[in-house]
């Protein structure tokens, strides 16, 4: 993981658990999981969210992570997928 890369500063600046959590798991499988359950709600358990900042950090390191490790990446469905 790029450990200085600006949107992985902003989470652990705010939340040094969560960043803890985003290396632990860079390169893995397990991240993209981990980061959308972050950003998405999936519960009915209401939560306060991450501020508007840690938010887009997150995302963006997503986007980072489907750029690095292409292979871990989702294939998105298309209307053609579905035809053959």
């Keep these: ?8 500063l902003v989470v652990k600046d705010s939340y040094p658990a969560v960043a803890a959590r985003l290396q632990e ?5 397990a991240f993209r999981s981990y980061a959308e359950n ?8 209401t939560r306060t969210g991450f501020p508007g900042n ?3 950090a997150i995302s963006e390191l997503i986007s ?3 750029i690095q490790f292409p292979a871990l990446a989702p294939v998105p ?3 053609w997928s ?3």
């Design 64 to 66: 980072i992570h489907d």
């Design 54 to 56: 840690v938010l887009l």
């Design 77 to 79: 469905d298309s209307f």
């Design 38 to 45: 972050l950003i998405q709600e999936r519960t009915r358990v």
């Design 1 to 8: 993981m790029q450990h200085l890369n600006y949107e992985f």
């Design 82 to 84: 579905s035809i053959y």
């Design 25 to 29: 798991l860079w390169g893995t499988e």
